[in-house]
């Protein structure tokens, strides 16, 4: 299903001295028009809402009119203008120069969902390892190079109770230990470290929820509903927008969601075998202590979803997009993530059995913290991915037979 919206009708609008930015929220698509007028500056608007010394957010954007000035961290500093499209890391100060107004186009997807929200920041990609990377800007008839990518070596985790909830302490290639939110120390070579960007999750307030009486009906629309002990076995919601709802303690027996809309929503205790969710969007949504058997999500869209607890046997993520998504605490047993794209997707305290990530696409996937980790195929497609290493000593003997490699005594 195709969505349209227009920047003149946006979703959200957040305003800060002498500028103020514009959200649409889509499916997979977090877009942003920022507005500065002139004397705008980061330091002053901006950094007494965020917290930071300097903004952390990532920035893919296109000027649309006036000129900026960025400083980066490291002391280099970029002018950007009409028609310029540019990646900005985060680390880094910007101003309007002159006295004509910028407005810009954020395609990143951060801007739009944190910036000038007060969120707590996230590192520089720079920070405490020297210099940081630089903004890269082009003009229409400019060519940027691709940023090369950088090795992901990081440190690992040694689980003795693969269910256990509690924190737990990583072990570093160096003998260090890193604390659980897997931030790495340097190792014994001297070189710096780094992890992965961590999934942002859904931010839930649901309100005073209505109780549902009655079934459910193909392309229905529940706004603010509660559904509790219902049974809903064989439903026919296909097509239904759910939005801030509360679905507890239900079963979902062949249930038949496809292409349903879950948005800002809570499901918590739900079982079933079968469930149909195919071509289905879940955003903002939580998925706590579920019990459920041959999951079909095929062809889905998750963003900003947390997955805890319970266990999930035969879930089909096929041509699905994960941006975003943690399971966290959970069982899944043979989890198909064939051809599906997975972006800031973690799994902490998840026991993985049989996974295939055969023709996946992985960005910054971090497999460390998983109290289990069996991949049955695919493993070819972990670039992209984070693991430690005692999961890359377990994963050797795949790599090499993914390589043509023999290893002979």
């Known amino acids: 299903m195709m969505e349209v919206k227009t920047v003149d009708k946006a979703d959200e609008r957040r305003d800060f001295p002498k500028g103020h930015i514009e959200a649409l929220h889509l499916s997979g698509l977090d877009f942003g028009v920022a507005t500065f007028e002139p004397g705008w ?233 079968g469930v149909d969710l195919a071509g289905a969007e879940l955003r903002d949504v939580e998925l706590l202590d579920a019990r459920l058997g041959g999951v079909q999500v095929h062809g889905s869209s998750l963003s900003r979803v947390l997955v805890r607890g319970g266990k999930i046997d035969f879930l089909n993520l096929r041509q699905s997009r994960l941006m975003d998504v943690t399971f966290e605490n959970c069982v899944l047993v043979e989890p198909d993530f064939g051809g599906a794209t997975l972006e800031r997707v973690a799994f902490p305290g998840c026991v993985l059995r049989g996974v295939d990530f055969t023709g996946a696409a992985l960005t910054e996937v971090d497999l460390r913290d998983a109290a289990e980790l069996d991949i049955a195929a695919g493993v070819g497609q972990l670039g992209g991915a984070v693991v430690s290493p005692a999961q890359l000593m377990d994963l050797a003997p795949a790599f090499a037979a993914e390589l043509g490699v023999r290893v002979g005594g």
């Open 41 to 273: 500056r980061w330091t002053e608007s901006v950094g007494p809402i965020a917290g930071t010394d300097s903004c952390q957010v990532h920035h893919n954007g296109f000027m649309v009119k006036g000129r900026m000035r960025v400083r980066m961290d490291d002391g280099t500093e970029t002018e950007v203008g009409p028609g310029d499209v540019f990646v900005c890391p985060p680390g880094h100060d910007a101003w309007v120069v002159g006295d004509e107004p910028v407005v810009l186009y954020d395609f990143a997807g951060q801007m739009a969902s944190d910036y000038a929200k007060g969120l707590p920041p996230r590192r520089s990609s720079g920070s405490g390892r020297g210099p940081g990377p630089e903004l890269r800007a082009a003009g229409p008839d400019s060519y940027v190079p691709s940023r090369p990518s950088s090795p992901s070596t990081v440190g690992g985790r040694v689980h003795d109770d693969p269910m256990a909830r509690t924190t737990r302490t990583a072990r570093t290639a160096s003998g260090g230990t890193a604390g659980a939110t897997g931030t790495a120390s340097a190792g014994s070579t001297g070189r710096a470290r780094r992890t992965a960007t961590v999934p942002r999750r859904p931010e839930m307030r649901l309100p005073e929820l209505r109780p549902h009486d009655g079934g459910l009906s193909p392309d229905g629309d529940y706004d603010g509903t509660g559904f509790e002990d219902a049974d809903l076995s064989g439903s026919d919601a296909s097509g239904a927008r759910f939005l801030e709802c509360g679905i507890r303690n239900c079963r979902l027996d062949e249930a038949r969601w496809e292409r349903a809309r879950l948005l800002d929503s809570v499901l918590e205790g739900v079982t079933g075998a």
